[in-house]
């Protein structure tokens, strides 16, 4: 089985489509699965995905062929990864003394040295990942610690483990509020007042610190004049990564909802878009339609969701409204749905600038926009 073909397996499987990573498992291992170190592990990490989201017989032989796939692993090479993950197995299906077994001869293997060779993120974060099932949560949580400080920007691979602690802890109804605070940086969906100058008042410091506040690591939404460009300086100065979802084409876009409002908002749309990590563009058109300006919208509020699930961590939309509109500003439907995933969408009040008001053409564009659920909602 080709390597690139595991890691397409592997992308399917964390982006929690488990079924269809299966389907994908079966297709291309054929009788492969049986006696190759790396397959008879992503059987088992696969087997476990099922059976977390099974029950009753299903699930307990769910579990019991998972372990068996990591324990024929761990019988190939002097390796960590089936232990702990046997361990993992034994603590799910309420095998406790088994779990704490293979999880100190994990903890044997590491102190020997003589094991597969791993990153130091990964050996380090398998450690406190044994602390679990072998001793006080309060020492893994230390370990855990210890191993993102490690590789303080692998967030993914901090997900996968995030999620696995999640899932142990979880299985036995242990508090699991303290991995809040190692989650990877949440992903932003922004968006506001076209209108908005923030030298007026203290809007701007007030946006600053709001943004301090949320640690946002990834961002995503339109880089109209106004709101929209002011946000994106400033998630780009903390160093977020700003990715881009456009109604139009970039130049048709500035023409029309940038340069209206002033050539020093066109330079400050050139440098973002020279800065962005991505830039999608939703409709081809010849104008920046209402209708595309919405798709756009719903389409980065799933690309903020899809980004914060995958890493383990949290979605936050955030909205500059108009300071004059008060309670009475009602919000979008994309807005509404957001909210209905239980996810938080802050709105900053903000006074709008005396700034010349563009005509933005109406269109029609029928759009249906899927996002996964929140976290927390289904297995991961």
């Known amino acids: 089985m080709d390597r690139l073909d595991l890691r397409r397996i592997v992308r399917v499987a964390r982006s929690g489509d488990t079924l269809r990573a299966w389907r994908m498992f079966e297709q291309a291992a054929g009788s492969h699965a049986e006696d190759d170190y790396d397959l008879l592990n992503l059987r088992g ?20 062929e998972s372990r068996d796939a990591y ?13 702990i993950n046997a361990a993992a197995i034994e603590r799910l299906a309420g095998n406790f003394a088994r779990a704490r077994e293979f999880a100190a001869a994990t903890i044997a293997l590491l102190d020997q040295g003589d094991h597969e060779p791993d990153t130091a993120y990964w050996l380090a974060a398998t450690r406190a990942e044994a602390a679990l099932h072998t001793g006080p949560v309060e020492t893994a949580a230390d370990l855990l610690r210890d191993a993102i400080a490690l590789a303080p920007d692998a967030w993914e691979d901090h997900a996968s483990t995030l999620r696995q602690f999640r899932l142990l802890l979880g299985c036995v109804g242990a508090d699991d509020r303290w991995l809040e605070q190692l989650a990877p940086p949440a992903a932003l969906h922004f968006s ?30 339109a880089l109209a004049a106004g709101a929209d460009i002011v946000i994106a300086e400033l998630l780009v100065d903390r160093g977020a990564e700003l990715h881009l979802v456009l109604p139009a084409r970039p130049d048709i876009f500035r023409r029309q909802s940038v340069m209206p409002f002033g050539d020093h908002w066109g330079e400050r749309y050139d440098r973002l878009l020279a800065r962005s990590a991505s830039v999608e563009v939703v409709a081809q058109g010849q104008d920046v339609s209402l209708a595309a300006v919405e798709f756009a919208a719903q389409v980065a509020m799933g690309s903020a969701i899809c980004q ?6 949290q979605a936050v939309a955030l909205r500059l409204v108009d300071q004059a509109a008060g309670d009475a500003q009602s919000s979008a439907a994309s807005d509404q749905a957001w909210e209905r995933l239980g996810l938080p969408l802050i709105r900053v009040a903000a006074p709008r600038s005396s700034a010349p008001v563009a005509t933005i053409p109406h269109a029609e564009i029928t759009a249906i926009v899927a996002a996964p659920p929140a976290r927390g909602t289904t297995g991961a």
Not at 71 to 83: F, H, I, K, N, Q
């Open 192 to 221: 506001g007042l076209i209108h908005f100058d923030p030298t007026i008042g203290g809007s701007g410091r007030d946006l600053a610190d709001r943004l301090d506040r949320l640690r946002c690591g990834f961002a995503y939404g």
């Open 308 to 313: 914060a699930r995958a890493l383990e961590a």
């Open 71 to 83: 324990l024929s692993a761990a019988r190939r090479r002097r390796a960590t990864y089936p232990l």
């Open 45 to 64: 990490r696969l087997l476990k995905d099922r059976a977390v989201a099974a029950q009753g017989d299903d699930r307990s032989r769910l579990l019991a």
